[in-house]
């Protein structure tokens, strides 16, 4: 309870310091990568921000940038898997197959920037999810 309380505080803090600076985005990946820690397969944070980097590039139209930043998503899933897999295998592999459909999109011999975004945002959602079901 009390490791609990200290999180929300340390957030809160974070946000405001953050929110003061004035650069929003910023506290919007701190309060997202906050929130993946609460996962069953652990702690999602790293995952989640490689995907939200991507969906930055990708919203900018830098889709070839954007598919250099998921390979890095991806050779990390990868590594990680024997140490997540085992924790909550269902919800590894919804990730997995939303990181495969996002890595498609973006290999894709001509990228539709509509589908990029589309399986960035899906992915993103995933990762939400699962933090979303490890508090119920």
């Given amino acids: 309870m009390k490791k609990q309380k200290m999180k929300q505080i340390m957030l809160a803090l974070s ?24 996962s069953k397969l652990g702690d999602l944070s790293k995952f989640r921000v490689i995907a939200q980097d991507t969906a930055v590039l990708i919203n900018k139209g830098d889709l070839a940038s954007a598919k250099k930043r998921i390979k890095d998503l991806e050779v990390s899933w990868d590594e990680a898997e024997a140490g997540l897999k085992p924790r909550a295998a269902t919800d590894w592999h919804v990730i997995d197959k939303s ?18 975004k589309q399986t960035i945002g899906d992915l993103l959602n995933e990762f939400d999810k699962a933090n979303a079901d490890a508090g119920k």
């Fill in 15 to 38: 946000v405001v310091a953050v929110l003061g600076s004035g650069n929003f985005p910023a506290a919007i990946s701190i309060i997202s990568a906050a929130e993946a820690a609460g």
């Fill in 99 to 116: 990181i495969d459909k996002t890595l498609a999109a973006l290999r894709a011999d001509t990228p539709n920037a509509a589908l990029c």
